[in-house]
């Protein structure tokens, strides 16, 4: 056996004892440690529309400078689509150097801030404990849930165990609904700021009383208080960048107000059958996914009084030129577009779907008078 070798097997054994050794008792930190919450901002992809939340330790004594992040999952998980659709995805917290971790984020052109937090020695001590433990003992594993349950949920929870009081609570914006909440970081994403109206039900109409979105808990923890003090310092700057809102030729309300425009323009039977048939789909959908799926944002969707499972049954009545239950069938979809625009009346998401309140509405109400019977009057 060669020297060379010697050596390698020798520097393995080392590594391998040191690993052992970080796994097994988490290093003390020096008083010179930091311990903040680090909120990103938005990006442009659907996955970083609302922004991310981290904690990150800082040591130089001890040359320790890792973000912590609860919002990692598998791609490569079986059957990936349908566990995240029906709510079982599992996510999972990973360990990052900090330099990695700001390095992905300037690539992307994403702002980074800092919150240090307040807090004695023991208790970072005692939060990166946590943190340890919580990596490597999969109690980091979670079931997502877009409100309920995500990275900065995670981080609120862990922060709060260790200081072993409900200290972050949310103290801004308590006073109006998710769906608010939710959408101003759609600007300039059309299509998915419709697509999250129609799909979410009555849950993320309650008003949004629990921290769920980074920029959230970066507001709270402005003004939470800790052993009556500030429990986080000032907010600080890691990396800025001012974007201007994007823009789309085809992700616009121009494209969706042409759209249904075209269709009630050509008032072409082939096209209004072909409107139903999407429509009608939808509903099912909605219906089947609303029973389906554990995440409660999707459950008790009234958006199916618009998207309406009914409308595939008009539509076979309309097909077989059965006057008497087309004309019905459009009554009693008229009548659930009424009721759906009475539910509407105090929600966010109103003007986004009354274009196609509207198309439908005209759609059902040239059908009815088109089916209803003649009374024939003999003088």
Request: proline fraction near 3%.
């Amino acid at each position: 056996m060669n020297i060379s070798l010697l050596k390698k097997i020798a520097l393995s054994l080392i590594l391998l004892a040191t690993v052992h050794t970080t796994f097994a008792q988490t290093p003390i930190l020096s008083e010179n440690a930091r311990v903040s919450v680090i909120t990103c901002g938005t990006g442009n992809e659907s996955y970083s529309l609302f922004g991310h939340t981290a904690i990150r330790i800082s040591d130089p004594n001890q040359f320790i400078d890792l973000v912590y992040n609860y919002g990692a999952f598998d791609f490569n998980t079986p059957n990936f689509v349908a566990k995240f659709t029906k709510g079982d995805l599992q996510y999972f917290a990973v360990v990052h150097p900090y330099t990695d971790f700001i390095n992905e984020y300037t690539y992307e052109r994403r702002s980074v801030y800092e919150q240090e937090l307040n807090i004695s020695d023991t208790l970072k001590q005692r939060l990166f404990e946590n943190l340890t433990t919580s990596l490597a003992s999969g109690e980091s594993h979670y079931t997502y849930k877009f409100i309920d349950k995500n990275c900065t949920s995670m981080v609120v929870d862990i922060i709060n165990k260790t200081l072993g009081t409900t200290a972050i609570v949310k103290n801004t914006d308590t006073d109006i609904t998710y769906r608010t909440i939710l959408y101003p970081y759609f600007d300039g994403h059309f299509y998915e700021k419709l697509g999250t109206s129609i799909i979410f039900g009555q849950k993320v109409d309650e008003l949004g009383t629990k921290i769920f979105l980074p920029l959230e808990l970066q507001k709270s923890l402005r003004t939470v208080q800790f052993n009556n003090q500030l429990l986080a310092k000032e907010n600080k700057i890691l990396l800025e960048y001012n974007e201007p809102t994007p823009s789309s030729w085809w992700n616009n309300f121009y494209t969706y107000g042409l759209f249904l425009g075209f269709i009630l323009l050509m008032n072409n039977k082939i096209i209004n059958q072909i409107y139903f048939l999407i429509m009608g789909l939808l509903g099912v959908f909605f219906l089947f996914i609303g029973l389906y799926s554990s995440h409660h944002e999707l459950a008790y969707n009234y958006n199916v009084l618009l998207f309406n499972p009914a409308l595939l049954v008009l539509l076979y009545f309309y097909y077989k030129d059965n006057n008497k239950w087309t004309y019905n069938l459009s009554l009693f979809n008229l009548l659930c577009l009424a009721v759906y625009l009475l539910i509407l009346i105090n929600k966010a998401h109103l003007l986004i779907v009354l274009p196609l309140i509207i198309t439908s509405g005209l759609l059902l109400v040239k059908l009815a008078l088109k089916n209803k019977k003649k009374i024939s009057i003999v003088i």
